[in-house]
């Protein structure tokens, strides 16, 4: 029997995802489930590839070594965004859920980056990871700097104070999961060879479209007056003159 190609492993994984974080309705009953599971399904399929390269370039488990850093700032934003997937309440909640999840996002990043010791990682043969130049200085420096614009851009839209339930997950997942540092090699073409990213990019843009569509022809309730408001007053008055 032929091995299944981890591209359908990946998609079922990411479908899986996206149903853990439905049995957060039982305990919170929080808004936007379905929303939040495919915003879930979307992270893993993007984040994948992004964490791996990670793992593949962390290096030696030293405090001084600035790959085990990169490595843990992208297992915090992993389990940040997936923690507030889980436990999202409304945008009135925003504020306290941000503080327990920043705690916990802060020791599972400890934990992963600096606990665990440097081992090849499973999929590094589905990379391109040969060759003195690979991954290359530029993206080697984009590596190091990608971090600190994800949270510059995270920094920038929590002063805007969104209500979007949309925006305010999407944009992480897409800037903070955007840049991976290693290649997959070619297998059957681009297309076949990145799906699962190309079918993250495809839902997130669905999502976000659908988001803008639903807010344009959402409408205000008419208020129709009531016997004291309105034109019915002033003929009163006039009636009762």
């Keep these: 029997m032929a091995p299944i190609h981890q591209n359908y492993v990946n998609l079922v ?21 379905l929303l939040r599971m495919a915003l879930a399904s979307v992270m893993f399929l993007l984040a994948r590839d992004v964490l791996a390269g ?7 488990r030293k405090i001084s070594n600035p790959r085990r850093w990169v490595y843990a700032y992208y297992h915090a934003l992993y389990f940040a965004i997936f923690m507030m997937l889980f436990n999202w309440r409304g945008v009135e ?21 600096f606990g665990v ?12 990871t040969e060759g003195a130049d690979i991954p290359g200085k530029t993206r ?10 994800t949270i510059a851009s995270l920094v920038a839209m929590a002063k805007l104070k969104l209500d979007n339930t949309v925006i305010i997950f999407a944009v992480p997942i897409f800037i903070g999961f955007l840049f991976p540092l290693y290649q997959r090699k070619p297998i059957g073409g681009y ?51």
């Design 140 to 149: 080697k420096i984009v590596f190091f700097v990608w971090p600190l614009l």
């Design 191 to 241: 297309v076949w060879t990145n799906l699962p990213r190309i079918a993250g990019f495809v839902l997130l843009a669905a999502i976000v479209t659908i988001s803008i569509f639903a807010s344009m022809f959402e409408r205000e309730p008419i208020a129709i007056p009531g016997p004291s408001q309105g034109a019915v007053q002033p003929i009163y008055q006039e009636l009762s003159q």
């Design 13 to 33: 994984y990411a479908a899986l995802f996206g149903l853990i974080v439905s049995v957060s309705w039982p305990i919170w009953q929080g808004p936007d489930l």
């Design 93 to 113: 909640e925003i504020a306290q859920l941000l503080i327990g999840t920043a705690i916990g996002a802060v020791l599972f990043a400890g934990m992963m980056g």
């Design 117 to 128: 010791k440097a081992k090849d990682h499973a999929y590094t043969h589905h990379f391109e």
């Design 54 to 60: 990670a793992a593949m370039f962390r290096g030696p």
